[in-house]
């Protein structure tokens, strides 16, 4: 298992659990998250039924919709196949329906959730809730969807055990479903010098890297223009010289799905097998 510093950094209540509306409750959440260590059942659907019937009330981690959504409008169109994984009880399927986008599924491993998220929006056929684990979407055909969405699915694999296996079958799963020049949107606190190698190591896609000041930090503060990527060299310490190290910034890395990488990556693959 590879060791990754940062992804301790996850809160134990969720894939897309995470801060409530109040600044306090966002503070603990923070000093619980720096202060987690060791692996958590992440990928063990009864650890999650378990903690959506003790706290069914509404989680989005990370970031609101209202503060991502106007990234989501330079790369999502409203008629676009939109994917969010590790749902949860997070308000941001029905709030992107509510902006008009026409056709979004929901997946997360806790059945009591979705069940929960099923009968929440029964009356919403444009919002559509399924009981899948990200490490297998085998029910999706390949090439399927325009957008998926990733706000602390990737980073609660990277607590748990197995870290490196099971989010290189995510990944691997979500290149095969999204189309040519689709976007995987991933949200996280990863920092480049930790994700980039990850993202890289499929050769599935061209990375383009944004970043959000945290969700606690007061508006008037907030100093990053969200939808204006950053330089960002192979190894990412680009990013550290630009916004400095210790940034109270959530990564944003938008993966856009090149067929022509992936096909260059199998004839370089082939040719190392034939001069072996």
Not at 41 to 46: H, I, L, Q, R, T
Not at 214 to 241: I, V
Not at 248 to 257: A, D, F, N, R, T
Request: hydrophobic content about 35%; aromatic content about 10%.
């Amino acid at each position: 298992m590879l060791s990754f510093p940062e992804a301790t950094a996850v809160h134990p209540h969720g894939y897309a659990f995470g801060v409530r509306a109040r600044n306090t409750e966002s503070e603990e959440s923070e000093r619980e998250m720096s202060s987690s260590t060791g692996t958590h059942a992440y990928g063990e659907p009864s650890y999650w039924d378990q903690r959506y019937s003790e706290d069914p009330g509404p989680f989005d981690w990370y970031q609101k919709y209202k503060t991502l959504a106007p990234l989501f409008e330079v790369y999502i169109r409203r008629s676009h196949h939109l994917l969010v994984v590790g749902c949860g009880n997070s308000s941001l399927g029905e709030e992107l329906v509510s902006d008009g986008y026409l056709d979004v599924v929901n997946i997360d491993i806790s059945s009591v959730v979705v069940e929960a998220m099923q009968k929440k929006h029964e009356d919403k056929p444009e919002l559509k809730y399924i009981k899948m684990d990200v490490r297998d979407m085998s029910a999706f055909e390949s090439s399927s969807f325009d957008a998926i969405i990733d706000k602390g699915t990737l980073d609660s694999l990277m607590c748990g055990q197995n870290a490196h296996h099971n989010t290189l079958k995510m990944l691997q799963e979500v290149g095969r479903i999204l189309k040519d020049n689709g976007v995987y949107i991933l949200i996280t606190y990863g920092e480049p010098s930790y994700r980039l190698h990850l993202l890289k190591e499929l050769q599935f896609w061209t990375i383009n890297l944004h970043v959000i000041d945290r969700m606690e930090k007061n508006p008037e503060q907030r100093t990053w223009e969200l939808t204006k990527p950053l330089p960002l060299s192979k190894d990412g310490n680009s990013t550290a010289a630009i916004i400095g190290s210790n940034a109270e910034v959530h990564y944003i890395y938008v993966c856009i799905k090149d067929e022509t990488l992936i096909r260059q990556a199998n004839v370089n693959a082939k040719s190392e097998e034939s001069r072996s």
